[in-house]
């Protein structure tokens, strides 16, 4: 098969399929088409970790060497914390306090792998070069989660009444990225020096910006396409008024049910 | 001192959401005073690329919304055409000779790493939500729940 055509069904079909898998799987009311949606989501996923393998030829490949790279950690990172959450006060299915321990290890290794991704030896290298998209999604990870932790911060601060722990946690998660942040600005990694992390950190902001502005132009005109729609539709039929009869009636079945209270009873 | 009402709330939140980033950006930039090359460059095509692919997928979630309202053609044509002209803008732009080009030898290169890349944005984002909000959640399940006290009669 010709390269460009293997790579348009191993890696941008297999994406597409992703895409089209997730919104089957979460929003279709029907569970065949939601099972559907799974398995589309399932194949495109191994299609696109297995592209280092099946797509050696291609630059698109080293996307699906990324992937691979940070699925461990996001896995255990997701897990852990759902052990964490769910071993909590809930009242159906309480997972046991051993569980609760092994999300805590889980969210300590995943936290340390990303780490070691960037300060020790576990750097994803594809073939010879520091994969580009780690190069990419490190620091917009860092920065997006400094940004997140204290908008959330500030929410719960607001909203919330007493929520002094999560005040803390948040405000502890703040500061330690953005101490990540300025050490990864100030002292060179063993494979990335902070020069070209400076470079790649500021890049990531012009992403994270520019993706903020792309979505909010699109979700104002997808409100405005419906907004104009749901305009244009002709009102309800309305109904005429009760007549004295109904009225009546009504009146007849609110006595019965609705009964006042003696207050020496 | 007065209660802040909830415009100022929401402009105080708007405000830290911009600051944040904004300190980070100026740190990195008193530090390595040489970084900003192509910071437009990339700024246009994230904003394009994030717009076109976004209104695509606005385009799918509009099957679900035709489960509930008789399958209506009029919305769907209108985020078809929101797509389609985001994509004639980001490549009309493309092809402008070295306008938005990176490092990429044609401007099919250039459209598909813009794909690549904001798919890595994307992901980076939705690892970061879950960090934030698993962790909130996660100590908000472990607050005792609130017992409501009663003074005795």
Known sequence: ????????????????????????????????????????????????????????????????????????PSVLLGVGLYNIAFSGHVPVG????????????????????????????????????????????????????????????????????????????????????????????????????STHFAEEFWLAGADVFGLMVGAALAILLFALVLSIYEAQQPLPKQLDPPTTHQLEEAAKHIAKHVGGVNEDE | MSEPTGVSKLSNLLLASLVIPSAFLALTFVLHPGVGEGTLVRFANSMLTSFTMISFLLLLTLFVYGDARKRPMTPFFGMLLCGLFGTALS??????????MEDNGSVRAQALSNIIRFSTTVIACAIAALIVLGMLFASLMHTPPARLEFEEE
């Open chain 2, 91 to 100: 490549l009309f732009f493309l092809s402008q000779g070295d306008l938005l």
């Open chain 1, 94 to 193: 309480r997972l046991s306090e051993s569980d609760k321990r092994a999300g805590f290890v889980m969210v300590l290794i995943a936290m340390l792998w990303f780490e070691g991704m960037h300060w020790w030896v576990l750097t994803p290298t594809y073939p010879d070069d520091i994969n580009r998209y780690w190069l990419i999604f490190w620091p917009t990870l860092l920065v997006v989660t400094a940004f997140a932790s204290f908008v959330v911060y500030y929410i719960v601060k607001t909203v919330g009444d007493e929520r002094y722990q999560e005040q803390r946690l948040l405000l502890t998660l703040f500061a330690f990225t953005s101490l990540l942040i300025i050490l990864g600005l100030l002292r060179d990694g063993p494979h990335v020096e």
């Open chain 1, 1 to 72: 098969m010709e390269e460009s055509l293997q790579a348009f069904f191993l890696f941008w079909l297999a994406g597409l399929a992703i895409i089209v898998g997730l919104m089957l799987g979460f929003f279709s009311k029907q569970s065949p088409i939601r099972r559907f949606g799974m398995v589309l989501l399932t194949v495109g996923t191994l299609s696109i970790l297995a592209t280092p393998w099946t797509l050696s030829f291609s630059p698109s490949s080293s996307f699906g060497h990324f992937l691979g790279s940070i699925l461990g």
